[in-house]
């Protein structure tokens, strides 16, 4: 076969040379001027002091690189099957005593001569340059030598992926776009999929997949990404096993493509119907998502996917009939959405049990649990430990019996996909199997309903532990403890008053009840702990430690520590029935000016009723019905809290029911 | 030396080929007739190995024609829409065929070049559409090709420029027993060439005949009788068409010369001759026999 490749080359040669020839020499000038040229600029600047550290030859210009390695193969795949695509060409070039296998090859043969011949002697141009003594570039043969694969693998990659997209339609500016569309394809598809399944399923778990590194699929965010991370092995055979696909397949399809295909949009009249479907499909999706995402109702999302449809199915027969006048196809669109109503009730209607399925409890070695699903995975490769941990694995078999009440009770509630306000929370439930198997689930929940299985697994010692670093036994010792608060700092060093303090809030820590871990009331301030290996500590201090006051009072520290009620002159509660955000109202000055002289508020002086006060004041809610203004001696600006109705001491509610 | 049986071609849900069958003898030059869109081209593009038919067969020198490459080196096609590589010379041109056309005569092309008085140095492209025509002749005639398939291959060539390919065809079809398939609309265009007519209407070969038979098959009369036309006379004939002007019967009628006049002296005719047919007639009546709106093939 070979000879016959190659028997009729020079004629068809010549008039490639003569049509597409300038490509090569645009290919060969971009790289020149991303590589040779660029080590010049950084040679002849390094007077001026500045020498960039260059550690291979992808850094040097990463994403003009890219641009060339995505532009120029597609855009010769256009032009070397350009005579595909016009009736007039493709009738006479079929016409020649030419085997459509023969014209083929020749033409890719020609294309990666274009892609390879400008690469070798760029690479060879730059293997010169590296004689010239630049400070800070380190670019040795092997890594030119790894530079001119990975860019040829990519140009080769993006080069056949185009020309067996030129097979499948008859427009070469449907060619390019389609090619582009392609690179994006596998992960945009997953990307809508997952997300859209958020909806059809509770507790689906897109967030699990979607860390998957689903960018790395697409090939020009992975050639951004050559500069720090070379192709690994399995991505080299990767890539040129999908080449060599590419071009078989695109021969395969030339043998079977009627000439009549030019400038006609899909090729393959077969294909027509899979177009259309899919274009209708992925538009509904994005309906579906951006709908889903901004309204958070079934309703918005029904209504995206119908309209996105609808969209899509309009462009898509546009496009096949290269006509906008294409409503007598409303049929096939009939058909698009039985189809797609059977195979979302079947996804609805949860025919694989997926919501429902558990693992057999005895078969649990570990589960998970916490409010993103992203230590799932990656538990192992940590390496900084943030001194709250709430995603966590548990092993004990009373919290593994705990979390899986807690997903048996979800399993039956079935919460909405769309609950969100401030009490809702996400939960993740991972299982890690004995067999090695896992499995995960997220949710969103209202709080407040599922307080005792919340409390069953935060309050566990074990989940203690793992969520306070502190509580851990590998922490080094801590040499200095600072506690800071707006207005105040207070160290302290001795060593068994540091002792002493750290076991007062252990047991704070220990004793914590989970509503204050999750949502505490408010906080005076933070605890640093200085590590004797250098390392810091940073923990609220949470105004629910009153084990804490009372070490700080007995040690005669609490006034350094914080504001108390001797800092505070008066205090000014007032109701706000309108509910009107905190901010707003400070920002109003006529409210600020009349406070202190209206007579439905309630003024404090009391320093026991302060001190209460200053307890229960928050400052993370600011829509509640009652405001609290503390004028504190030194300074004349009042400072403004909200007070919680729950924890509302009761001679304000009272005096201001 | 072209054998089609039953082609049929589709272009999405046009039948554009309806299972046509035609055999064009070697050496000889068979005119496809047929108005617009009634499927010529679709069917030389086939026959000339660029469309593949969708069922059916096509045999040229005995072998199937669509990806053969030994059948292609012996034929030439030359559409009607002509196409060149952008920004060639014709002797870029005539390399590019002598690579690909073992027949290719050196000889020949010097020969030709005085009958087409081309530049040979020329863009292709710069020149006007009856010279890039007259380019296309030059070359292809130098390919000495045994089968020439032409689709509609005298538009935009002056009346000099189009006797003289002609005459070229003619003399290649007797010196070297070439064959050739040539379509028209226009009759009157390939009357004097062809020794076989057959017409294409939406699709299908509605009359295949050779020439001289076509010619002697059909006859213009005019008849008229004293006394008014005798109610049987039609009876009897195969009238294609008819007209009365007058006491002046004039029809068209099918059948042997002699067997019609024989029946019209029957009854006795006041006048009868038999008036000249051109080709362009008899193609009109034909068509029109198959419904067809007749002033608009004419050209």
């Known amino acids: 076969m070979p000879s016959k490749i190659f028997s009729y080359n020079r004629s068809l040669v010549m008039q490639n040379v003569r049509n597409v020839g300038w490509i090569g020499i645009v290919h060969l000038l971009l790289l020149f001027a991303a590589i040779p040229l660029r080590m010049l600029m950084i040679y002849t600047s390094q007077k001026n002091g500045y020498s960039p550290v260059i550690r291979n030859v992808f850094e040097l210009s990463n994403a003009f690189q890219g641009l060339i390695a995505f532009t120029v193969p597609v855009l010769l795949a256009i032009f070397v099957f350009r005579y595909l695509q016009t009736k007039r060409s493709v009738d006479y070039m079929h016409s020649l005593p030419l085997r459509r296998e023969t014209l083929f090859w020749q033409q890719m043969l020609f294309g990666v001569l274009l ?64 090619a582009y569309i392609l690179f994006l394809f596998p992960a945009g598809i997953s990307v809508l999929m997952l997300m859209n ?36 092995a399995f ?7 999908a080449t060599v696909v590419c071009c078989l397949l695109s021969l395969w399809l030339y043998k079977r493509r009627h000439s009549e295909a030019a400038s006609q949009a899909i090729a393959f009249a077969a294909l027509q119907p899979l177009f259309s479907f899919g274009v209708t499909f992925c538009f509904m999706l ?99 430990i943030s001194y709250v941990q709430s995603d966590q694995f548990l092993q004990t078999t009373q919290n593994i019996k705990n979390v899986y009440a807690f997903h048996r009770q979800l399993i039956e509630d079935r919460p909405t996909p769309f609950a969100f306000g401030e009490n809702i929370r996400p939960v993740v439930i991972g299982y890690v199997l004995k067999n090695g198997e896992k499995m995960v689930r997220t949710y969103s929940i209202p709080i407040d309903e599922y307080k005792p299985f919340y409390e069953a697994i935060m309050e566990s010692m074990e989940y203690k532990h793992n969520y306070y670093f502190l509580l851990q036994d590998n922490v080094s010792p801590i040499r200095q403890i600072t506690i800071r608060t707006e207005a105040k700092t207070v160290q302290i060093a001795d060593p068994k008053q540091i002792e002493s303090f750290l076991a007062v809030l252990k047991t704070e820590l220990k004793e914590e009840p989970f509503t204050e871990m999750i949502s505490p009331i408010d906080e005076w301030g933070t605890i640093e702990l ?121 001679f304000i509610r009272k005096q201001l029911p | 030396m072209i ?115 081309l530049a040979l140095d020329k863009k292709i492209h710069r020149m006007s559409k009856g010279m890039q025509r007259q380019a296309a002749f030059w070359l292809a005639f130098s390919v000495k090709p045994e089968v020439m398939i032409l689709d509609e291959p005298l538009d935009g060539l002056d009346a000099v420029m189009r006797q003289k390919v002609k005459n070229l065809l003619v003399q290649e079809v007797a010196e070297r027993q070439m064959t050739v398939i040539i379509s028209s609309h226009n009759l009157r265009e390939v ?59 004039l029809c068209i009628v099918r059948g042997q010369k002699e067997k019609v006049e024989a029946y019209i002296h029957q009854f006795e005719p006041v006048i009868f001759d038999v008036l000249p047919l051109t080709l362009e007639e008899i193609f009109v009546y034909e068509m029109g026999g198959v419904g067809y709106a007749i002033e608009n093939i004419l050209v």
């Open chain 2, 191 to 249: 009357e004097d060439l062809c020794d076989h007519i057959g017409i294409l209407h939406q699709g299908e070969i509605v009359l295949e005949k050779e020439m001289d038979e076509l010619k002697t098959d059909v006859h213009k009369i005019q008849v008229a009788f004293r006394g008014g036309i005798p109610s049987s006379f039609l009876t009897g004939l195969d009238a294609v068409y008819k007209e009365q002007r007058g006491s002046v019967l």
């Open chain 1, 197 to 232: 399944m958020r909806y059809m399923l509770s507790g689906f778990s897109a967030d699990y997949y979607l860390s998957a590194n689903l960018e790395r699929i697409v090939p020009f965010i992975r050639f951004v990404e050559l500069v720090d991370k070379p192709l690994a």
């Open chain 1, 286 to 384: 994005v309906g579906g998502l951006y709908f889903g995402e901004t309204q958070r109702s079934i309703g918005w999302i029904l209504f995206g996917y119908v309209a996105f449809s609808l969209v899509g199915f309009f462009i898509a027969s546009a496009i096949i009939e290269k006509t906008w006048r294409i409503f007598h196809r409303w049929k096939e669109y009939a058909i698009f959405i039985v189809a797609i109503i059977v195979i979302g009730s079947f996804v609805r209607f949860d025919i694989t049990g997926y919501e429902k399925r558990q693992p057999a409890l005895s078969d649990i070695k570990r589960v998970y649990f916490g409010e993103s699903v992203y230590q799932f995975e990656r538990q192992a490769e940590e390496n900084y």
């Open chain 1, 235 to 241: 991505e080299t055979v990767r890539y040129a096993l």
């Open chain 1, 115 to 178: 892609l390879v011949i400008p690469v070798i002697v760029t690479m060879l141009v730059a293997a010169l340059l590296c004689q010239l003594p630049i400070e800070n570039m380190h670019i040795s043969a092997g890594d030119l030598v790894r530079w001119a694969m990975e860019m040829l693998l990519m140009e080769l990659f993006a080069f056949s992926a185009s020309v067996l997209v030129g097979m499948l339609t008859g427009i070469s500016v449907l060619q390019g776009a389609f």
């Open chain 2, 3 to 117: 054998d089609v049986r039953g082609v049929h071609k589709e272009f999405a849900d046009v039948e554009a080929v309806k299972e046509v069958s035609l055999h064009v003898a070697r050496g000889s030059i068979y005119g496809l007739l047929g108005s617009n869109g009634a499927g010529k081209t679709t069917l030389l593009k086939m026959l000339a190995g660029i469309y593949k038919q969708d069922r059916g067969d096509i045999f040229i020198g005995g072998e199937p024609v669509f990806e053969n490459t030994n059948v292609k080196q012996k034929l030439l096609f030359l559409p009607d829409a002509l196409y060149f590589f952008p920004q060639t010379t014709i002797r870029q041109m005539a390399q590019f065929y002598r690579d690909l056309y073992p027949s290719w005569s050196e000889e020949r092309f010097t020969r030709l070049q005085e009958a087409f008085p």
């Open chain 1, 530 to 650: 200085l590590q004797s290996d250098g390392g810091q500590m940073q923990l609220s201090w949470k105004k629910s430690y009153a084990r804490i006051d009372a070490w700080l009072k007995q040690q005669g520290l609490l006034s350094k520590a914080r504001v108390t009620a001797d800092d505070v002159a008066y205090a000014i509660v007032v109701k706000n029935e309108a509910r009107t955000p905190l901010y707003d109202l400070v920002e109003n000055p006529a409210f600020v000016k009349e406070l202190e002289t209206r007579t439905d508020v309630l003024r404090i002086t009391d320093k026991r009723q302060l001190d209460e006060c200053l307890q229960k004041a928050s400052s993370y809610e600011t829509k509640s019905r009652y405001i609290i203004a503390f004028y504190r001696t030194a300074h004349s600006e009042p400072e403004w809290h909200v007070m919680d109705e729950e924890t509302l001491p009761s």
